[in-house]
């Protein structure tokens, strides 16, 4: 059994981290860390896991060693603390923002501030398997990656990765559920403000951006132009992402990257029906799901092609995907763990 400890596991990504793994066939949980519930059940915060676990929240300075630690901090934390963290765990997995960009001069451009950590940047690996599983499962340190990030990047890295554009330019909109903003309760979250909501919250200037241009830009230069929309749901995310055809690529030429990369992936689904209400990706069929639903539609009289990725942002786009990659590093079944198929309807 691997060992495994939770550190800030008393939020909506280290909740469920923790649901997660204590369904999983190959881990034993040994901690779950929150500093302000110490001392209490989990089940007191996470209310889904009665009679699933009797464990209590301990300090992280209680910590004892174990084989895998997930990190599911508040951005900013992470990289204050890796230093005291590392030793206790032969693997990390931040599930933050910390150590996802490689250089180290993004952060103030991004995040507003410099990195307090950089010489760990290159340490850590990029954690989305279908993009790095052979460093993944080579790694020590493993960065998770942004919900909006992760969806448009799966969404587009057969189009890019197989030059099939006229031009390395993409025009995303990314809508995203509640829980994307964590559990911290603030205007924007506050339900008579969020309920019946469709609000533009960054149509420019997404952190993620830089996620995206770092992973699909192949040593080219790459323009991406990224907008973010909150919408009423609770979990999911919807990328609807524009790119242009080089002349002469017809859509079964764009099936056929498709295929070429995700037709052998467990959690990559191409949805492309011909009718029905489902026949393109849909957040809510896949929420407490590790998959990503990816689908494209070419312009009838035109070189556009509009390519829709769909995942649920605490399951692919954060905890999920931490325990796939988990998968690979510990040499256990890459699915292990995540089996679960979703619920419909829901």
């Known amino acids: 059994m691997i060992t495994v400890g939770i550190v800030g596991a008393s939020g909506y990504t280290g909740g469920e981290t923790l649901r997660i793994l204590l369904r999983h066939p190959g881990v034993e949980v040994l901690q779950a860390t929150s500093e302000s519930n110490a001392g209490h059940f989990v089940y007191t915060i996470h209310p ?68 307090e950590a950089p010489q760990y940047l290159d340490r850590f690996v990029y954690g989305i398997p279908e993009l790095h599983r052979k460093a993944i499962s080579q790694a020590r340190f ?5 919900c909006l990030a992760t ?63 770092q992973e699909l830009g192949f040593g080219q230069r790459l323009s991406v132009h990224f907008s973010a929309t909150a919408i009423e749901a609770v979990r999911g995310v919807l990328a609807t992402c524009h790119v242009f055809l080089k002349d002469g690529i017809e859509e079964k030429d764009v099936w056929k990257v498709y295929r070429s990369e995700y037709g052998d992936e467990p959690f990559m689904r191409i949805v492309k029906e011909r009718q029905g209400i489902y026949r393109y990706p849909e957040p809510k069929i896949l929420a407490g799901t590790n998959f ?8 009838a009289r035109g070189a556009r092609l509009v390519v829709m990725a769909a995942l649920d942002n605490l399951g692919k786009g954060a905890a999920g995907n931490g325990v796939q990659a988990m998968n690979l590093s510990c040499g256990l079944p890459e699915t292990a763990g995540l089996d679960f198929p979703g619920l419909h309807p829901i």
Not at 69 to 85: K, N, Y
Not at 142 to 146: D, E, M, Q, S
């Open 142 to 146: 493993i960065t998770g990656a942004g």
């Open 48 to 115: 889904n896991l009665r009679k699933q676990t009797q464990l209590k929240f301990t300090s992280v300075n209680d910590l004892k060693p174990c084989d895998v630690l997930f990190l599911c901090l508040p951005h900013g934390s992470a990289m204050r603390q890796i230093g005291q963290l590392e030793g206790l765990a032969q693997t990390i997995i931040d599930l933050s923002a910390d150590f996802r960009l490689r250089n180290p001069d993004e952060y103030p451009i991004w995040y507003g501030h410099p990195h």
């Open 292 to 299: 990503c639903d990816v689908g494209f539609e070419k312009e």
């Open 151 to 213: 969806a448009s990047i799966l969404g587009l890295l057969p189009v890019f990765k197989h030059d099939i554009l006229a031009r390395r330019e993409v025009f995303i909109e990314a809508k995203v559920g509640s829980s994307a903003a964590g559990d911290t309760p603030q205007l924007s979250t506050h339900h008579p403000e969020r309920s019946g909501s469709v609000r533009s919250f960054q149509p420019t200037g997404h952190r993620h951006t830089a996620e995206i241009v």
